[in-house]
């Protein structure tokens, strides 16, 4: 195994990294959001569809799932929002959308999306996310093995930010992406795209050495199934880069539905610092490290001064909540964590 950098274990040098594409604390949260378009964005796609009379989805347009961990049937409903149930696993915990958009429907959303596709393609959050996406792979990069080649697998790529810093770093670099608009730019800058689910995709097992999915786990009916393609893909002793929203975060924690990260037609799996080691587990990997990346800070102080939290200006409610503390606690915005294929002898 690659010996680990020092900064690897130089907590406090992470977390200055972290800080330099936390965007609310480098812009401030109503400027980062405005600036991306975050503000425009978050309108509900699918309100023509709900039932005035539930309040919900209407049932034509949505299919059941139990919980995508451990199988178990739907616990009582947290909350509803836009239409769509969250309910917590009574066995497992983990929060997730009991009633989901049909296949077909959730599959054309996906290719034919635009406003999410063009908050990524914004000037701040790809500057934020450059900076990101450097600091996931050098911790990746710290735990390869010396043996096996730099090739890597990004699953749902978007607008390709993560596989072009990759390949200027000397990654053979394939990206996957179901989006229209996000493939035909990645070919145009000749990555290698698959257009496809991956499960069609055909490609042979023991291929890669890395499998990036950068906020990809959350937007899927069975992360289990993408999981175990991803671990059979891998060559042994391969790893996984994952982050995911936690909700188990701060930010989650203060606002509850009114949190953006709770949108039921996207995001329909919420994982925390239990529920992510749980899923990877079961579907072959061990945890090599977890960590939160951004600390939604600002959104926490503007909530708790009763303005809009994400587009108020309100100054730190109490010079308790730190960076450093939310970061130690798991309680950022995002989890980050590399895993290692299990052997399966
Ligand atoms: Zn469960």
Not at 122 to 131: H, K
Not at 297 to 311: K, M, S, V
Not at 316 to 339: C, M, N, Q, V, Y
Request: proline share 7%; glycine share 8%; with cysteine.
């Amino acid at each position: 195994m690659t010996a680990s950098p020092d900064w690897l274990k130089d907590k406090k040098a992470r977390l200055e990294r972290k800080n330099t594409f936390d965007g609310s604390l480098v812009l401030g949260t109503a400027k980062f959001n405005k600036e991306t378009g975050r503000d425009i964005q978050t309108l509900q796609p699918f309100k023509g569809l709900i039932d005035p009379d539930t309040g919900l989805i209407r049932p034509d347009m949505v299919r059941p799932r139990n919980c995508p961990v451990c199988d178990e049937a739907p616990g009582p409903g947290l909350f509803v929002k836009d239409g769509f149930r969250h309910v917590r696993c009574p066995s497992c915990g983990l929060i997730y959308v009991s009633l989901i958009l049909r296949e077909d429907v959730m599959i054309q959303y996906w290719r034919e999306e635009i406003a999410w596709t063009s908050v990524l393609r914004s000037s701040p959050q790809m500057e934020m996310d450059r900076i990101k996406f450097g600091y996931g792979l050098d911790v990746a990069e710290a735990y390869l093995p010396p043996e096996l080649p730099r090739e890597l697998l990004d699953i749902g790529a978007g607008t390709g930010g993560f596989v072009k810093l990759a390949v200027e770093r000397g990654w053979k670099s394939t990206a996957q992406e179901l989006n229209l608009e996000s493939s035909e730019s990645l070919a145009r800058e000749a990555v290698e795209v698959i257009v496809k689910p991956l499960e069609l995709a055909e490609l042979p097992p023991h291929s890669f050495s890395l499998v990036t999915l950068w906020e990809v786990l959350e937007h899927l009916a069975e992360p289990k199934v993408l999981l175990s393609h991803a671990s059979r893909l891998l060559r042994d002793g391969g790893l996984l880069l994952i982050l995911v929203p936690n909700v188990g975060s701060l930010v989650s924690r203060i606002l509850h539905e009114k949190s953006h990260t709770f949108g039921g037609h996207s995001h329909l799996n919420h994982f925390d610092a239990n529920s992510l080691p749980a899923i990877l587990d079961v579907a072959g990997f061990a945890i090599l490290e977890m960590e939160t990346v951004l600390t939604e800070l600002g959104t926490i102080n503007n909530h708790l001064d009763f303005q809009d939290p994400y587009l108020g200006d309100a100054p730190a409610f109490t010079p308790l909540f730190t960076p450093e503390l939310i970061h130690d606690k798991l309680w950022g915005s995002r989890l980050l964590a590399l895993a290692r294929k299990k052997s399966v002898s």
